[in-house]
């Protein structure tokens, strides 16, 4: 069963592993993801982030999704990776994801739901799917923003000790629950620089502005190249690939 594979020591799962791992325990002993989330609410064991889990066909067939999350507070949820991931970060990142909610539905008001999404909704799936936020010393910063991954993963490797990386992209971390060379994270590049989960949800959620995400403000970042995340990028041919460790588009 794919919730008995998460391996829930590895270093991306770390801020959220007491509460994911208890919920899973749910899961496996027969529980729904909506019903492992819910019950780990209403007993304290894991934050309360302002909505509850439901199961997907409560979702009215003629609803859009992110206006049912809105109206109701209630987050339609399949008994699936890819939920259980989402229900675990509005446990991380409740502010962020009403934000979130908030701005998409913005849209879908103004627009209705079409065949596009535009450029606000594409960024907003972009961050919710599969961003990250770097927590890191400019230089370091820098080095990956110019894709210069021999200068930020080798020549600056030191530097990783006073770094961290965020996962806020439920899709990324389904991904990572069978981890491969080639899974880049889309780094969300804002000022967020807080040092524990709760401000980093502030400081998220106040950062998200619909002209700014017109823009996309993402850049890429293979994660397992991030030291201790892989035991195999200690050996620094690890970053010789060039179809993983992609030059600049200027080159």
């Excluded at 609803?63 to 991380?92: G, K």
């Amino acid at each position: 069963m794919p919730f008995s594979l998460i391996h829930w020591h590895a270093p991306w799962l770390s801020p959220y592993a007491q509460p994911g791992q208890q919920a899973a325990q749910r899961v496996l002993a027969g529980a729904t993801v909506a019903q492992a989330f819910n019950g780990l609410i209403a007993q304290g064991a894991a934050p309360d982030p302002g909505v509850r889990f439901v199961a997907q066909q409560d979702l009215p067939a003629s609803m859009a999704y992110e206006l049912f999350i809105l109206e109701r507070a209630q987050v339609p949820t399949r008994d699936n990776l890819h939920d259980f991931f989402n229900a675990l970060m509005w446990l991380y990142w409740p502010q962020a994801k009403r934000r979130m909610n908030q701005l998409h539905a913005a849209v879908v008001q103004a627009q209705g739901v079409g065949a596009r999404r535009g450029p606000v909704r594409d960024a907003l799936t972009v961050l919710d799917e599969n961003g990250a936020l770097l927590l890191a010393p400019p230089a370091l910063q820098a080095a990956l923003r110019a894709r210069q991954w021999q200068q930020a993963f080798v020549v600056l490797r030191p530097l990783w000790q006073q770094a961290q990386l965020l996962i806020v992209g439920h899709a990324l971390l389904e991904k990572l629950v069978q981890p491969r060379k080639a899974i880049t994270a889309h780094i969300y590049s804002a000022p967020c620089a807080p040092e524990n989960a709760a401000l980093s949800d502030a400081a998220l959620a106040g950062a998200l502005q619909a002209p700014s995400l017109a823009e996309k403000p993402f850049f890429p970042l293979p994660v397992l190249g991030i030291p201790g995340w892989c035991a195999q990028n200690a050996n620094f041919c690890f970053y010789d690939d060039s179809l993983v460790f992609r030059p600049p588009r200027s080159a």
